[in-house]
Structures are given as C-alpha cells and as structure tokens.
C-alpha cells in the first residue's frame, strides 16, 4: 500500500507522456504514408496542419504528375482523439507538408513540427528532403 502510495501521483504524468508519444508515432506514421503513396501513385500528396484547432488533413492530388489541378482528401485526424492534452505548437514552422510525385519533399516545407502536452512534454519531428522524419521527444 505504502508503494502504491508514492508511486500512484506518477501515473497521469506517465499516461499524458505516453499520448504524446504515441499521437507523434502516428503522426509520422502517417507522413511516411503519403510518401510512399506518392511513389506508388506518382501522384502529388499534401498534409495540411490547422495548429488553431489541433489536427490535420490529407490530400492527394486529382491527377498524376507533377501538376496539381485539384485535390481530394483521403483523411483528417485530431490530436484530440488521442488526448484532449495535445496541440501543436506555435513553434511548428511548417503548416503544409507537400510530396512530389518521386516521394520527396518540396523543399519549401523542411522543418520541425512541435507537439506538445500540458506537461510542457514536446514530441520535435523533423523533416528532410527525401520524406523521412525523425521524432525526438523531451519528456517533462
């Protein structure tokens, strides 16, 4: 009794981190999904950030190449849907994630974006030029 006591006020800290890691996961999960339906398809995709109201959605291209005429989402998600806790930040530097034809990124949306959790946790994922992201995270 007297462990679960003292161990018992860790648990929501541990619980809002684990969020956030996972909401990140599936984050650039999701990047790297548009990549490679961009190789597949040769077809531009987009994912568009709305930091306001703390989601995203997806796009892809009504045609193929490298010209866009139009777009159709293919899915939107919400960070709350993980946890009410998460947002992005107003660190994020990049709103709109654009994947050419050949699964690179345009070169205009490198960058971080922030996630962020009431504890002042953050999940960083960068992004390069070739699509790949990495995710480092700073738990508080």
Not at 117 to 123: K, Q, Y
């Amino acid at each position: 009794a007297i462990v679960a006591g003292i161990a018992y006020p860790s648990f929501p800290r541990l619980a809002m981190n684990n969020y956030l890691k996972t909401a990140a996961r599936d984050f650039a999960s999701d990047i790297a999904g548009l990549k490679e339906r961009s190789l597949a398809e040769y077809r531009i995709h987009r994912l568009s950030i709305d930091v306001n109201n703390n989601n995203y959605t997806m796009e892809e291209c009504t045609n193929t190449g490298a010209v866009c005429n139009g777009w159709n989402q293919i899915g939107q998600k919400n960070l709350a849907s993980v946890s009410n806790d998460l947002i992005f930040t107003a660190a994020t530097n990049t709103t709109t994630l654009r994947f050419e034809p050949r699964g690179t990124l345009n070169p205009a949306d490198i960058g971080t974006i922030v996630l962020q959790n009431r504890l002042f946790s953050t999940a960083t994922i960068t992004l390069n030029i070739t699509g790949r992201s990495r995710v480092q995270f700073i738990l508080q």
